[in-house]
């Protein structure tokens, strides 16, 4: 069980070049938030590149935008697992884990939508759960 995790901005590669010796049991390279949009494609070309020499997870932009579209082209079947934000549906995951089958998902529920949501969407196959999670696909 992973007892620390590290986010990484995507398109920093001197945070990239240091993320994977920090000591951090596992990396999440962040394609989402910590990315300025005009970074994006930078960021999906680093995390690619940083993934065929390191293990880590992706965070990709929210479910079913041309944003997630274009980071699971970049990063599925490499990464060893997805984290979505702003998880509302069932629907979210399923669309997620259609492009990127077998990678294990974790979800952050981050609104009152994906909260009522949160039991259909623990259901969905492929969703995973952090050891830290109160329950699976929660947490952020």
């Not at 962040?30 to 993934?51: F, G, I, N, S, Y």
């Not at 965070?59 to 702003?86: F, H, Q, T, W």
């Amino acid at each position: 069980m992973d007892r620390s995790y590290l986010f990484a901005p995507g398109h920093n590669p001197k945070l990239l070049g240091k993320v994977f010796d920090a000591g951090a049991d596992a990396v999440i390279l962040d394609l989402e938030d910590a990315v300025p949009p005009d970074a994006k494609e930078q960021a999906r070309v680093l995390v690619a590149r940083a993934l065929a020499e390191h293990p880590a997870w992706v965070r990709v932009n929210a479910a079913r935008s041309d944003l997630c579209a274009a980071d699971l082209d970049a990063v599925a079947g490499r990464a060893l697992g997805i984290k979505i934000p702003k998880v509302e549906t069932p629907e979210d995951v399923r669309w997620v884990a259609d492009r990127a089958p077998g990678a294990p998902i974790v979800c952050a529920v981050e609104t009152a939508r994906g909260v009522l949501a949160a039991a259909e969407i623990a259901t969905v196959p492929g969703c995973a759960t952090w050891p830290w999670a109160a329950s699976t696909c929660s947490g952020t």
